[in-house]
């Protein structure tokens, strides 16, 4: 008589457009978004004022991202907020670049912010409707928890 496989590969493993979200999406995409922050400030040598606003602007959204990442890695039931609010900040990142596109009459910065608009709502309708997201943060676990 055979003994049952033992599996040591947790059930809810984070694969799949999931871990492209958490892991590539916000983990990856937040870092680069502040680099690539760094990197333009320093080459175009902005002013102190605005090179402080421009870094808070990425810096925010980069600490819940890492936030986010972490809650997932490790089952948190805040980890689908967590992102929710990370989702949202973003949008309003893309509402403000919307509105300096449209001060400087740039149609750049027009489909840009409408491109990060359209991502934020796919991702939002994923984190609702995906039976993995569900399967790792059940929706009666979910809760709005502090940090």
């Known amino acids: 008589m055979d003994a049952p ?4 590969k947790k059930e809810k493993d984070i694969k799949g457009w999931l871990a492209f979200f958490v892991y590539v999406w916000v983990g990856l995409g937040s870092i680069l ?4 922050s760094l990197i333009l400030l320093i080459s175009q ?3 102190l004022d605005v090179s402080i606003f421009l870094l808070l ?5 980069l600490l819940i991202g890492i936030a ?4 997932f890695v490790l ?12 989702l949202t900040m973003r949008v309003m990142i893309c509402v403000v670049i919307l509105f300096i596109g449209w001060v400087c009459a740039n149609p750049f910065l027009y489909a840009y912010s409408m491109m990060g608009c359209v991502q934020c709502v796919i991702w939002f309708v994923y984190l609702h409707r995906s039976k993995q997201v569900k399967s790792v943060i059940p929706i009666e676990m979910r809760t709005w928890k502090s940090f």
């Open 57 to 61: 602007y990425d810096v925010f959204p």
């Open 45 to 47: 040598r902005a002013d």
């Open 5 to 8: 496989e033992i599996s040591t």
């Open 75 to 86: 089952e948190k039931n805040n980890a689908v907020s967590l992102a929710r609010t990370f």
């Open 33 to 36: 978004s502040v680099a690539l």
């Open 68 to 71: 986010t990442v972490r809650a």
